[in-house]
């Protein structure tokens, strides 16, 4: 059976158009078949009655079109959909799918018709793809194969042009020809540019003639007139438009600003405001310093209006120098000389300014450089003297007397004003030199030593008379000479040893000397032996003629028993006026040696001496070494002693054993020194308490009385506390058999003992009965013979 066909049929204006060019006659719908039927066959005629034959897919209804932005009240149809197969019975049901199916555009199921449901947008989107099948409206079986088709959305002129950005930047070069290129805009439409002039732009300006000009085409903004200045207008504003609809009438618009600055030439040369200066120079201006400041103006900014100063002329070769600030474009004018008012008071400068970066475009327009006369005024100013030499250097002998004068210096004051000098006391501390204030004389204080101190380094001071402010410093160094004023000496503490084997003439040391003298011929040393000591002499001393001399022996033996140290006596002079000698010992001990000369042994004498300590000295440090030793063996048996000493040494004589206690009670009124409920409540005291003058060589344990209970009567509580401890004492065979106190902070009212300090009954004139300790047991025996007694037996 043949496969029935889907046909579409769009019935809009060309349905319209058919039957109004043909009446009477009916549009026939493009069928086809597909597959199962061999070769081609006739299937219909057209209006002339010429047969139709069945190609494939011959016609075009894939493709619908649609206006975006319907406005009308109705649904606005898209299209027909019919099948071949359908008989007009309702049989045939027709299934749309695809984009926005159901929603953007919807189907008749029974006729086919098609309809859009919303406004559409191009811009939005441009085309849809959907599918359409028809199928049995019973058993929903397919009556046709399924077919793609588009709808596409007619574009209409909805948008207009929108620039890129809005405002434009864009900088182009001052005085630029006509046409130099600016900057380019663009401005986009979305309308469809396939389709009409919807999207066609055209750009014009609006503001900014005759400055520039717009390219209608491409957007190019352009100059369009010549010389534009810097300098006269720097920033314009121009106002773009671009037009759709290839800039017809009704067609849309959008605008965009420009804002264009015109950059900075090198066009304008430097020119001084002035062409004279008379900057101002003070005598007090240092060099190096600024003497003033000149400045030319140019026009141009940043490196177009940088510019070189220098100077062309000058009537003071090298007195100034001019350099150039390139942060303020200014010539600054520099003192590379002393100003002297006194020798010249004007210097005229001729100065030339240059621009640095030159552009040779604008060369007809320079030169691009100035000049000007500079006239420099020197002021007079109060200035300090000033001294002859920088320095000065003097002599003198160290055994001059005081106030001797050693040189003068000398300051003269530009102004003609007279000076006074001083010396600066913190270059001469120990007040060695002075100097006259009026003719700059220096003389010295006291007595100078060249071994001490062979140079001296002072400043002195020139001062102004009349302006104290106005002072100068020199430094002057005096050179102490040397005197002959000291004695050579041995150069080292020389000792050495003689062998008892020794042979005559045999050298046995070499000693040399010093002298901290220092003659300009250099040292000349004598060596001799002693006078004294020459007659009768076991050594000799020979001069070497090299500063050195030589010790020798004088006879072939000697013996330690006999003598075991020996000293000589070497005398030693210089050469210098005037001569100077002192005598210097030599320490020779005589010891045992070998037959090579090597010392084998010496005696104690001979050891002490080689150690540098006499006998004396060591017996000195011995007798030391044994007091320190003795005061300290006597201090730890001070203290060893002090320890093991008992509290009461006699067990007969309590008078000579005072045990003192520093804390008194304070009465009932003292409720802080000890708490009377300690007292009402004993067993709340430790069960066992060691003493503190003994330590009790064997342990017994107290023995306990019970408590009787407490009474409203807080005296007799402490009463029967009292008299329950003095059992206890009593009969505790660990208490010494001494008296021992113990202290109470509190003491209770009205107590039968009142007070015992035996202090305080020595100062009371009643008498005391004290009979009644005699019934305290035997431990208050000694208390009661020596109290309770009568009043003729104590006076006794």
């Known amino acids: 059976a043949a496969v029935n066909h889907l046909k579409v049929c769009i019935f809009m204006v060309l349905w319209a158009m058919v039957h109004l060019s043909s009446p009477g006659q009916g549009l026939r719908a493009l069928r086809r078949t597909t597959g199962g039927r061999r070769g081609s066959g ?15 897919r011959g016609w075009m209804w894939n493709q619908f079109f649609l206006l975006e932005e319907y406005t009308g009240t109705d649904l606005q149809y898209v299209g027909k959909l019919h099948s071949d197969s359908d008989r007009g019975d309702g049989s045939v049901k027709y299934v749309l799918t695809g984009e926005g199916a159901g929603t953007l555009f919807k189907i008749d199921e029974k006729s086919g018709d098609i309809h859009a449901t919303k406004r559409l947008d191009r811009e939005e989107k441009a ?7 028809a199928v049995n409206r019973f058993t929903n079986e397919a009556l046709e194969g399924e077919s793609e088709f588009i709808i596409k959305i007619h574009d209409i002129n909805d948008n207009e042009p929108r620039f890129t950005k809005d405002p434009y930047m864009a900088r182009v070069p001052e005085m630029s020809d006509i046409g130099t290129s600016v900057i380019q805009v663009t401005a986009i439409d979305a309308d469809d540019a396939t389709y009409g002039n919807s999207a066609k732009v055209v750009y014009s300006i609006l503001e900014g003639q005759p400055y520039f000009s717009v390219d209608p085409e491409t957007g190019l903004i352009k100059t369009a007139l010549p010389g534009m200045d810097r300098e006269v207008k720097e920033n314009y504003q121009v106002v773009i438009q671009a037009k759709d609809m290839a800039g017809q009438m009704g067609g849309l618009s959008g605008t965009t600003t420009v804002s264009i600055t015109l950059s900075d030439v090198n066009d304008n040369p430097p020119r001084f405001t002035k062409s004279e200066y008379s900057p101002s120079g003070g005598l007090s201006i240092e060099l190096g310093s600024a003497v003033g400041v000149i400045r030319a103006m140019d026009a141009d900014i940043g490196q177009n209006a940088e510019m070189d100063y220098r100077i062309i002329g000058s009537d003071g070769p090298g007195m100034f ?8 474009q200014e010539g600054v004018i520099l003192l590379r000389k002393p100003l002297d008012y006194e020798r010249k008071r004007q210097y005229s400068l001729r100065v030339q300014v240059e621009n640095v970066h030159i552009n040779p475009r604008f060369y007809s327009k320079g030169p691009f450089r100035d ?13 300090p003297p000033v001294f002859e030499r920088a320095s000065y250097v003097m002599e003198v002998k160290e055994d001059a007397p005081k106030n001797t004068a050693i040189g003068s210096v000398s300051a003269s004051d530009p102004d003609d004003k007279t000076a006074s000098y001083t010396i600066d006391r913190r270059t ?4 060695v030199f002075n100097i006259h204030a009026g003719n700059g004389s220096v ?8 071994e001490e101190n062979a140079w001296h380094n002072i400043t002195v001071i020139a001062t102004e008379f009349t302006n104290p402010r106005q002072i100068s410093r020199v430094p002057v160094y005096v050179r102490v000479l040397d005197v002959n004023d000291n004695p050579p000496t041995f150069a080292n503490n020389y000792e050495t040893f003689v062998c008892e084997n020794a042979k005559a003439n045999q050298v046995i040391r070499t000693v040399g000397a010093t002298d901290p003298d220092a003659p300009l011929g250099g040292h000349r040393f004598f060596f001799s032996l002693a006078q004294e000591a020459a007659g009768k002499a076991n050594f000799s001393v020979r001069d070497n003629k090299n500063n050195t001399a030589s010790i020798l022996t004088r006879r072939n033996s000697y013996s330690t028993l006999q003598k075991s140290v020996y000293h000589v006596p070497v005398v030693i002079s210089d050469g210098e006026f005037p001569m100077q000698s002192s005598t210097n010992t030599l320490t020779i001990r005589v010891c045992t040696c070998d037959r090579e000369g090597n010392m084998k042994a010496c005696n104690a004498e001979a050891l002490t001496a080689r150690a540098g300590l006499s006998t004396g000295a060591l017996v000195a440090i011995l007798l030391c070494v044994i007091i320190l030793l003795m005061i300290v063996v006597l ?8 320890k093991k000493e008992p509290l009461i040494i006699s067990k007969e004589d309590v008078r000579d054993n005072v045990v003192s206690y520093n804390d008194e009670g304070g009465g009932e009124e003292d409720t802080q020194a000890f708490d009377i409920g300690t007292l009402r409540n004993p067993e709340a005291i430790e069960d066992s308490k060691q003493r503190r003058d003994i330590v009790p060589e064997a342990f017994y344990p107290p023995i306990r009385r019970p408590v009787l209970p407490p009474t409203r009567d807080n005296n007799g509580d402490v009463r029967d506390f009292i008299n329950q401890r003095l059992q206890d004492n009593d009969s505790d065979p660990t208490a010494p058999p001494y008296d021992s106190l113990a202290t109470y902070a509190y003491e209770g009212n009205g107590s039968v003992a009142e007070s015992l300090s035996s202090l305080e009954s020595v100062t009371t004139e009643s008498d005391q009965d ?15 013979d020596l109290y309770g007694g009568d009043d003729s037996d104590r006076d006794s």
């Open 42 to 56: 006739l299937t219909g005629q057209d209006a002339n009655g010429v047969p139709l034959r069945r190609s494939k």
């Open 127 to 133: 085309f849809y793809i959907l599918h359409a099948k």
């Open 321 to 328: 120098e001019i350099t150039t600030n390139r942060s303020t």
């Open 371 to 383: 000049e000007a006369t500079i006239k420099i005024i020197v002021e007079d100013v109060d200035e």
């Open 428 to 431: 001469d501390m120990d007040r």
């Open 443 to 450: 003389f010295i204080l006291r007595e100078l030593d060249r």
């Open 635 to 642: 201090f730890a048996a001070l203290r060893r002693q002090r």
């Open 770 to 784: 004290y009979n009644y300790l005699s019934e305290w047991g035997p431990r208050f025996k000694k208390l009661a």
